[in-house]
């Protein structure tokens, strides 16, 4: 299984960026899928983005153009770079990954998860 840390979370304006990142460990990185999830007080988890072991990347509706996600393979990182931030962007962001290859939007295909990270957007 694979050990995940997320960081870089923290408050923020609406407008402005935020990166977060994910170190893993426990498994060759790039080989297995990985997604960002998110899950606001009284809301069920919801996908962010998530990216297959080939590269290949699926982004929610609610984020698509205002987020990026990325592997930085010389630190075993999987990044999610956010901009345009918005209050309803508010949630703990969960780092997950995969044993599969290919991305998936359902949370129950992701078998390791970090501890997640606040992100808060004032208004």
């Known amino acids: 299984q694979v050990q995940l840390v997320e960081s870089g979370g923290g408050l923020v304006q609406a407008g402005d960026s935020l990166r977060l990142s994910c170190a893993a460990s426990g498994r060759t990185f790039g080989t297995y899928a990985m997604a960002w999830f998110r899950q606001a007080p009284g809301q069920e988890r919801e996908l962010v983005a998530t990216?297959?072991?080939?590269?290949?990347?699926y982004y929610a509706d609610s984020v698509k153009g205002r987020v990026t996600i990325s592997r930085e393979y010389a630190k075993n990182m999987l990044v999610l770079q956010m901009n345009s931030l918005k209050p309803e962007d508010t949630a703990v962001y969960y780092c997950?990954?995969?044993?599969?290859?290919?991305?998936?939007?359902?949370?129950?295909?992701?078998?390791?998860w970090g501890q997640g990270t606040q992100v808060t957007v004032s208004s």
């Open positions: 990216i297959s072991s080939g590269g290949s990347t």
């Open positions: 997950a990954s995969s044993p599969y290859m290919t991305w998936s939007p359902r949370a129950n295909d992701y078998d390791s």
